[in-house]
């Protein structure tokens, strides 16, 4: 079967290897013709994004690359990036990289042309209508992981530096026009950030897939997207030049993404604080919370996972699942505890009221408050 195809859900994907030489006519198609490719510090200078940038060049398109952007970015990289935009006259952003590369560029795209600050458009209640809709230039994103699945999402991520408390910026045209999904570019991941990314896909499927919402579309994408990451996760994690691994974990990846429309829950609502107290992996921090939110949420998810488990080749029900996970962390060289990715006892009670600020969040089946986020903390501690 050949793993190349071109989507329209939830927007405009270009999948399969060799791709990203389409490039060029990517950004025609989105009215591009002076592009800022935006990335992060360690993308900036290796040969996939050299090689990109000799495409962009070779295309008449210019050769601009903003990488000022930090593992979780904030709202001091967003202000370079929007400087660096406006300098070069630029008209269109091709966010590119993992997560947090798509992030920002998703982002500066967004504030070039508003006026207010950035959490004025905070997704709380319809804050994204204070945005001029018509200032928003076009997005072509191409990933470089499979995990975080932001370029078929409509929102970013922005850690404030102040607060150390991460927000989740939402507009409809923050959804990139293109998106250019190529396995080639993930074949150079080394072996712990292929671990992480993918569990974080795996993570949006969990929480979707767990979510007491009526999606039922949503449900379907995340338990074919749980598949796909049993099936080729240790595939890829094992054989980083395997191409039909690197795929299907890219399918999984943006999968997870539209799946979790559905809703996130309680993994999430911790790893964004921990993020940004202590700046963790996400996909890992995702990974390391998920057995005890599996715990906590057991009584009102355990009947649908009865059922998923063995679509997903496991046997025991629920509980077979939770044993999966933490043998399935533990396989990829995943933690497992918070405390080894530097999280301290002392700082829960800032985490606790980071999370539970978190609009993001409000798909866990347990409903989350200050007492069961505080015990999940300790769990996973």
Same mark, same amino acid.
């Given at each position: ?15 399969? +290897?060799?791709? %990203?030489?389409?490039?060029? &006519? ?12 935006? /990335? ?10 050299? &090689? ?24 001091? =990289? ?14 269109? $952003? ?6 947090? @590369?798509? !992030? ?7 504030? +070039?042309?508003?006026? #207010? ?5 905070? !997704? ?7 945005? =001029? ?24 991520? %922005?850690? =404030?530096?102040?607060? *150390? $408390?991460?927000?989740?910026?939402? *507009? ?21 950030? /292929? ?5 974080? +896909? ?10 007491? *919402?009526?999606?039922?579309?949503? &449900? ?8 796909? $990451? ?16 690197? +795929? ?55 009947? #649908? ?7 997903? @080749? %496991? ?40 999370? %539970? ?14 007492? =069961? ?9």
């Amino acid at each position: 079967m050949s793993l190349t195809g071109n989507w329209s859900y939830p927007t405009a994907i270009k999948f399969g +290897a060799g791709r %990203i030489s389409e490039l060029p &006519a990517a950004c025609a198609q989105a009215g591009i013709k002076r592009p800022l490719l935006v /990335t992060d510090k360690g993308l900036a200078g290796l040969p996939v994004t050299q &090689a990109t940038l000799d495409i962009i060049e070779a295309a008449g398109l210019g050769r601009a690359m903003f990488s000022e952007v930090d593992p979780n970015p904030n709202e001091i =990289n967003l202000a370079a990036g929007v400087a660096a935009y406006k300098a070069g006259g630029h008209d269109g $952003v091709i966010a590119f990289g993992g997560g947090s @590369g798509l !992030d920002l560029g998703k982002m500066v795209a967004f504030m +070039a042309g508003q006026t #207010r600050p950035v959490w004025d458009y905070e !997704d709380v209640d319809d804050w994204w209508t204070r945005a =001029n809709s018509d200032a928003i230039a076009p997005i072509i994103a191409v990933p470089t992981t499979a995990g975080t699945g932001s370029e078929v999402g409509r929102a970013s991520v %922005i850690t =404030n530096s102040v607060t *150390h $408390v991460k927000k989740i910026i939402f *507009h409809p045209k923050v959804l990139p026009s293109v998106v250019i999904c190529d396995p080639e570019l993930t074949v150079g991941m080394p072996k712990f950030i /292929t671990a992480g990314t993918g569990l974080d +896909a795996f993570a949006h499927c969990v929480e979707a897939f767990s979510s007491p *919402h009526y999606h039922p579309m949503s &449900a379907g994408i995340a338990l074919e997207g749980m598949r796909l $990451v049993i099936d080729y996760l240790p595939r890829a994690y094992g054989d980083g030049t395997d191409l039909e691994a690197r +795929a299907q974990m890219m399918s999984a990846a943006a999968m997870g993404a539209t799946a979790f429309q559905k809703g996130l829950g309680a993994i999430h609502a911790m790893s964004h604080p921990i993020g940004a107290y202590f700046n963790t992996h996400h996909g890992t921090t995702n990974a390391v919370c998920m057995p005890a939110v599996l715990d906590l949420n057991a009584d009102v998810i355990a009947e #649908r996972f009865d059922r998923a488990a063995g679509y997903l @080749g %496991i046997s025991g029900g629920f509980d077979g699942f939770r044993t999966f996970v933490q043998e399935f962390n533990d396989s990829l060289g995943i933690p497992r505890h918070l405390a080894d990715l530097g999280v301290t006892a002392e700082a829960i009670p800032d985490l606790v009221a980071g999370a %539970i600020i978190d609009p993001s969040c409000g798909g866990n089946p347990v409903p989350l408050t200050e007492t =069961n986020l505080t015990a999940l903390f300790h769990a996973a501690l």
